[in-house]
């Protein structure tokens, strides 16, 4: 699933090509999001804004409608000059949106909806995210009382649930714990609030320094921290390299999987020792 950054580049691209301009042409290939079209048309509507939140990209219309698409772990959005040869097939359209200059191509977006502004607001799913790691009024003290709160969770877990806090994948997770030095199933409750502090303070400075990162889409775990993985050519301390080498103290990276989804989460167990034994409370669905 793509990582809060990778959002905030997406919507940072889509604006850029459309706001401010009439929108020329939509195209619905879900039989929802087409529905909802004919009901209340998107071509001849402005584009007013992009933007992100959390994991959500909003592409604002005048007139108050919404196109919220969420990609999870398929989708993508690519930007076409008209008449330029797109890069994937067709037959993977969800979504389209052309204006005068550009062509905005959903592919396999599995999520996307036409929705009011006052709709989105009041019932959407975005209501319900916590403090988003990439918003300028970003409040640390509402995300710490969110991980607290989960008290019984492992830390691992608790950093990916959107309701808690939004923006953090699966790859930064497992960056943000190594750099911090705390063990994938430590639970929130053997933490102070000073050290929570800290992993809220690198999972934002993390995200933020990678939505400018040179290398678009490319996780990039020593930008913005003040240590790197010494190595150039290497751009996650842990993620995707179980066996190898840690770059800190040279133990072998282990992989473990959390929770009822058991998903991946890569540690060093020299750097992140194990602090406890236990079951965690931690319910399956966590986005």
């Given at each position: 699933?793509?990582?809060?950054?990778?959002?905030?580049?997406?919507?940072?691209?889509?604006?850029?090509?459309?706001?401010?301009?009439?929108?020329?042409?939509?195209?619905?290939?879900?039989?929802?999001?087409?529905?909802?079209?004919?009901?209340?048309?998107v071509e001849g509507r402005r584009v007013e804004r992009v933007d992100a939140v959390g994991k959500h990209c909003l592409v604002r219309f005048s007139g108050e409608l919404v196109l919220r698409t969420?990609?999870?772990?398929s989708g993508a959005w690519h930007v076409y000059r008209p008449g330029e040869r797109w890069q994937l097939s067709a037959s993977r359209v969800r979504v389209l949106v052309a204006v005068p200059d550009f062509v905005a191509v959903g592919f396999d977006v599995p999520v996307a909806e036409l929705v009011s502004e006052d709709r989105l607001a009041r019932d959407g799913p975005l209501r319900h995210l916590g403090p988003?790691?990439?918003?300028?009024?970003?409040?640390?003290?509402?995300a710490l009382r969110r991980l607290r709160a989960?008290?019984?969770?492992?830390l691992g877990e608790a950093l990916l649930d959107q309701h808690a806090l939004?923006?953090?994948?699966?790859?930064?997770?497992?960056?943000?714990l190594h750099i911090e030095g705390i063990h994938p199933e430590t639970l929130v409750?053997?933490?102070?609030?000073?050290?929570?502090?800290?992993?809220?303070?690198?999972?934002?400075?993390?995200?933020l320094a990678n939505v400018s990162a040179s290398r678009a889409g490319v996780p990039r775990s020593y930008a913005g921290v003040r240590r790197t993985t010494v190595v150039p050519s290497a751009s996650l301390f842990v993620y995707g390299r179980r066996g190898e080498p840690c770059l800190g103290c040279g133990g072998a990276i282990?992989?473990?999987?959390?929770?009822?989804?058991?998903?991946?989460?890569?540690?060093c167990p020299r750097c992140q020792p194990e602090r406890r034994e236990g079951p965690s409370e931690a319910p399956s669905s966590l986005r």
């Open positions: 699933m793509p990582e809060g950054d990778t959002i905030f580049r997406t919507a940072r691209t889509l604006h850029l090509a459309l706001a401010g301009k009439p929108v020329v042409r939509f195209e619905a290939r879900t039989a929802g999001l087409a529905s909802a079209n004919d009901d209340d048309p969420h990609l999870r772990m988003d790691l990439l918003a300028a009024d970003f409040d640390p003290d509402e989960r008290s019984r969770w492992p939004a923006g953090i994948g699966n790859v930064y997770r497992s960056e943000i409750s053997e933490l102070d609030d000073g050290t929570l502090r800290r992993v809220l303070a690198t999972a934002r400075r993390l995200l282990a992989l473990r999987r959390l929770g009822r989804d058991a998903r991946v989460v890569f540690f």
